[in-house]
């Protein structure tokens, strides 16, 4: 007798029907309405617009080139570490080289640090800056004699700061306050940052020059001096000059008295007044 196999039964999973394929959403950069670009550009540091929204496209890189927008504020004083790219020291002075060319004359403020004297001649002697209105020039090594010379080519300087670390540095300064207090009448703020173990010292002689040539900056609101060789007259003077001045920070200035009464009383009209 033959045996009879039970039919086995076979589930199958229902076939789903095909699914399209995804279309992937392509955009293209150089269709960016120019105003949008300029305000995605305007986030970056300037390494990373040189290096590299310049080479996205023909239509960036021309209006990275040609903008000068762009280039209104030249900051490359706190570009990330490591830098971008593997920006070195000299690529970095070839960047504010080509920043400042492309602001075409436009640009409005320069931050840099750690310069020396080459370093700023090479700047602003190749390239011009009428309308710059901010120069902050932080832990540089130069004598300040080309900055006095240059300044009168800021005449529309609001912000001045000068952070200084070498001795040899300290010496000329006060023919930069002269030179600015002449040829930049619009200067509002003025920082001067010197090494303080230098020039604190009680032997140091014309200790009041710059703070006499200082306080012929009529509009002054904001000033600070560390490490500053200035004495009570000298800070009279400023008192006495500087009508308008609102912040005043001179920490530490170590030949400054605060025990006289009539020099508080000055001080008092001081919105912010900082002192050792």
């Not at 086995?8 to 959403?25: A, G, Q």
């Not at 004699?145 to 006060?174: A, C, G, M, Q, W």
């Not at 230098?198 to 009529?218: C, F, G, Q, T």
Request: with cysteine; hydrophobic share 40%; glycine share 4%.
């Amino acid at each position: 007798m033959a045996s009879q196999s039970s039919p086995r039964n076979h589930r199958r999973r229902p076939r789903l029907p095909p699914t399209p394929t995804d279309e992937v959403e392509t955009r293209d950069w150089a269709e960016l309405p120019r105003d949008l670009l300029l305000v995605v550009l305007q986030r970056l540091d300037i390494a990373s617009i040189v290096f590299g929204a310049g080479h996205v496209c023909r239509t960036w890189r021309r209006v990275t080139r040609e903008e000068p927008e762009l280039w209104r504020r030249i900051d490359i004083r706190s570009l990330p570490k490591p830098a971008p790219h593997g920006v070195n020291g000299s690529q970095l002075r070839a960047l504010a080289h080509t920043a400042l060319w492309r602001s075409a004359g436009r640009c409005e403020a320069f931050w840099t640090k750690g310069i020396t004297e080459d370093d700023y001649i090479a700047f602003f002697r190749r390239h011009t800056a009428p309308m710059l209105k901010s120069l902050r020039l932080i832990s540089c090594e130069m004598s300040t004699v080309s900055l006095s010379i240059d300044i009168k080519r800021f005449p529309l300087l609001e912000e001045l700061e000068l952070s200084l670390h070498s001795s040899e540095s300290f010496d000329n300064t006060y023919m930069v306050c002269a030179a600015a207090a002449k040829a930049c009448p619009h200067l509002k703020i003025l920082r001067l940052i010197k090494d303080a173990g230098y020039h604190w010292n009680s032997r140091v002689l014309n200790k009041d020059k710059e703070a006499m040539e200082i306080a012929k900056m009529r509009q002054l609101r904001s000033l600070q001096l560390s490490g500053n060789s200035l004495s009570n007259d000298g800070l009279a003077a400023i008192l006495g000059g500087c009508v308008h001045l609102e912040f005043l920070d001179i920490h530490p200035c170590f030949n400054i008295s605060m025990r006289s009464d009539s020099m508080y009383v000055r001080c008092a009209r001081i919105r912010t007044f900082r002192h050792s």
